[in-house]
């Protein structure tokens, strides 16, 4: 009997005790098991993501897990505690700005929505299983920021429309110059349009106006000449003496 009253606490030492270990103090030792960081605009709402696997929250559903969130600045500010079951408790809901996913919970994730980022919710955040009250199995570090690149990003479109607008401005005012200097052109070259229409000579020359052709005058004038019998080679001193003498 003595004997066997000495086996079973040989076996409970060996089954049990390591079994208490590994589920309280080798578990229960707050260690940093990610780090994230978040950036987000100003007004804009933002995820801060917090995800544990399901096998840290243990198979006993009825167990008092939960996970507690805090904004870690100067000094550490409780926001709220979320249960695996999708419960809440609140201890500053930032104006109902914070909210969470109550069905998500029993899957490990623990994430929260926080909408119109102001600037002192900027900083470092926390999130932070714990199994009991005095157990805290690991947690989560999630650094959030004001996002830059978007402004710089909305700055170059600007830049770009804007130089695009002055390249086009700058285009047509060079496109509508060189129109009008050609249609200058055009016009002391060949009349205006409204004018009459030039009409090329014979030497396909152009005439602004073959009404008043210099050489259509000049060949009138011989043709008077010859029916009044002087020749078109006699020079006009000579015509004039010859009507004297007459």
């Not at 073959?210 to 011989?222: F, L």
């Amino acid at each position: 009997m003595k004997s066997k009253w000495f086996v079973f606490p040989a076996v409970w030492t060996i089954l049990i005790l390591p079994t208490f270990f590994v589920t309280g103090e080798l578990l229960c030792k707050r260690e940093l098991l990610k780090s994230s960081n978040v950036s987000a605009e100003l007004q804009s709402d933002v995820l801060l993501p917090c995800n544990f696997d399901p096998v840290l929250l243990g198979s006993n559903k009825t167990a008092d897990v939960a996970v507690v969130w805090k904004q870690i600045n100067t000094t550490t500010h409780g926001l709220l505690e979320i249960s695996q079951h999708g419960v809440e408790r609140f201890w500053n809901n930032r104006n109902g700005r914070v909210m969470h996913f109550p069905k998500l919970s029993a899957s490990g994730n623990f994430s929260i929505l926080l909408k119109k980022v102001q600037t002192y919710d900027l900083g470092l955040y926390s999130c932070e299983l714990h199994h009991g009250t005095n157990c805290s199995i690991g947690y989560q570090e999630i650094q959030l920021s004001q996002d830059q690149y978007t402004h710089q990003s909305i700055w170059i479109i600007v830049g770009a429309l804007t130089g695009g607008l002055v390249l086009l401005a700058v285009l047509t005012t060079y496109l509508n110059a060189n129109r009008r200097r050609n249609i200058i052109i055009t016009e002391t070259d060949y009349g205006s349009v409204e004018g009459p229409v030039a009409e090329p000579d014979r030497n396909n020359q152009v005439i602004e106006n073959p009404i008043y052709d210099t050489s259509s005058r000049q060949e009138t004038n011989n043709c008077l000449r010859e029916e009044e019998g002087i020749s078109s080679d006699t020079p006009v001193y000579a015509t004039v003496q010859k009507g004297k003498k007459a």
